[in-house]
């Protein structure tokens, strides 16, 4: 199994990034996804996760309805669109997944029910 994450960068206070992880080697439709991320001297914290077919979505409330996350099933792909970036939000972003058998949209936020980890993308945003 692997999940790759792509489309972090260096972006200005106040842009935009679209973080993308395609996943291989699992059944992708079977799968809970969700988005962690981890700065310098922090825990790794719950950002963002969405259940298998897209119904279902929850982020951290931290975030303020800027960040939202998405699927398509047929590219074994999950997004995370940020928007109105801080300095804040600076951090690796990790892509995660959870079978969807053992899998609650809200079990999701415990990065400890993950079953499979990306290897993430930097986030740095510019003050």
């Known amino acids: 199994v692997q999940l790759v994450e792509s489309g972090g960068g260096l972006v200005q206070a106040g842009g935009s990034l679209r973080l993308s992880c395609v996943a291989s080697?699992?059944?992708?439709?079977?799968?809970?996804m969700a988005w962690f991320r981890q700065a310098p001297r922090l825990e790794r914290e719950f950002v963002s996760a969405?259940?298998?077919?897209?119904?279902?979505?929850v982020y951290a409330d931290s975030l303020n309805g800027r960040f939202r996350i998405s699927r398509d099933n047929a590219r074994n792909m999950v997004y995370l669109q940020m928007n109105s970036l801080k300095s804040e939000d600076t951090a690796v972003y990790y892509c995660?997944?959870?079978?969807?058998?053992?899998?609650?949209?809200?079990?999701?936020?415990?990065?400890?029910?993950?079953?499979?980890w990306g290897k993430g993308t930097q986030v740095t945003v510019s003050s």
């Open positions: 969405i259940n298998w077919n897209g119904d279902l979505t």
């Open positions: 995660a997944a959870d079978r969807r058998d053992s899998a609650t949209i809200a079990g999701m936020r415990d990065d400890s029910n993950m079953d499979y």
């Open positions: 080697g699992l059944p992708f439709s079977n799968y809970y």
